[in-house]
């Protein structure tokens, strides 16, 4: 995915309308009035609109906004309510051309000073926006009653501003680092599931990639309508044959085909690789099912869990 994809794009991006109205055109129309007017003044022209085109695409392109040690305020511009507890909330960066800078499989960290909080809360989140995204990032939330930044942002307006930081975590993901890749994800869990899953997508040979890895993801929710970015994850699945997905509901509709009740040893035993050294086994979501599901893949033969996961371990836990 590295040289051929950044030199495909590279060459898209300088093709783009931006450069061709902002850069080629202007300096096209430079040289033809400077060799209409004044013929013997064309080497100043050239070297001028050298210098002017080199400060255009200099000045647009793409710059990196995360700071990992430092808190930085990013205003929310927009906030499309998913359903009664379920938001994506878009946050702009400071320029247009700006792109967040997160390795695929890292996180931020949001910071907040709530009331009756003697210091700032601190809780991190994966954006389901990409560095393909420019002058912008997107986090998908859900509030909980319970949950101090979540609701937090649920009262957040657009105008105001969130103090955010990064790269975090342990994982970074790259193409091809194992050869099958299992994922359990519950709710929100998904969201750094679904940030790997695009960009082994993405990097596929038939898109100018290598990354040849094999995917399977067993997604869990209480009810139908609690699964989360479900539209996006069916036409993954539709689109790549080396990926799958299996839905659990705890209250399944009337004629559901496919998991119910909690997720099991036997759901992944019979869904997820089995413990190799060419895969990994990736686990997000609420804290009691990540606890659940440690159990259970122990119980099937995979490396037992660390505390806090390495990159090099073969269950690792966001």
């Not at 309308?17 to 080497?43: F, M």
């Not at 119910?260 to 869904?271: A, H, L």
């Amino acid at each position: 995915m590295g040289v051929l994809s950044s030199h495909s794009g590279s060459r898209s991006v300088l093709l783009g309308p931006q450069y061709i109205n902002g850069v080629y055109i202007p300096c096209a129309l430079l040289l033809l009035g400077t060799a209409i007017l004044r013929r013997e003044w064309i080497p100043y022209s050239v070297v001028l609109a050298a210098i002017l085109g080199g400060w255009k695409i200099y000045s647009h392109r793409p710059r990196k906004v995360l700071k990992p040690d430092q808190l930085q305020e990013f205003e929310l511009r927009e906030k499309t309510v998913i359903s009664h507890n379920v938001a994506i909330y878009r946050f702009s960066l400071p320029r247009s051309t700006d792109i967040l800078g997160l390795p695929i499989g890292q996180h931020i960290s949001i910071a907040a000073k709530l009331p009756n909080q003697p210091q700032p809360v601190v809780r991190s989140y994966t954006p389901i926006s990409s560095d393909d995204d420019r002058g912008y990032f997107d986090l998908l939330l859900k509030s909980y009653p319970t949950g101090n930044i979540s609701k937090f942002m649920a009262t957040l307006a657009v105008g105001q501003a969130i103090h955010a930081q990064g790269p975090k975590g342990a994982m970074v993901y790259r193409p091809n680092m194992v050869r099958r890749l299992g994922m359990i994800a519950g709710g929100t869990g998904i969201t750094p599931m679904l940030q790997i899953i695009r960009a082994i997508i993405k990097g596929r040979p038939r898109n100018g990639g290598t990354d040849m890895t094999e995917v399977t993801l067993i997604f869990a929710n209480v009810a139908h309508a609690d699964i989360l970015l479900k539209e996006d994850l069916d036409q993954l699945a539709a689109e790549d044959p080396a990926f799958t997905v299996y839905y659990v509901l705890n209250d399944p509709p009337p004629a559901w085909t496919q998991g119910v009740g909690f997720v099991t040893p036997e759901m992944i035993k019979e869904r997820l690789p089995p413990p190799a050294p060419d895969m990994k086994l990736l686990i997000c979501g609420p804290p009691p099912m990540v606890s659940a599901m440690k159990k259970a893949v122990l119980s099937l033969g995979y490396d037992k869990a660390n505390p806090v996961s390495k990159l090099g371990d073969q269950v690792f836990c966001f």
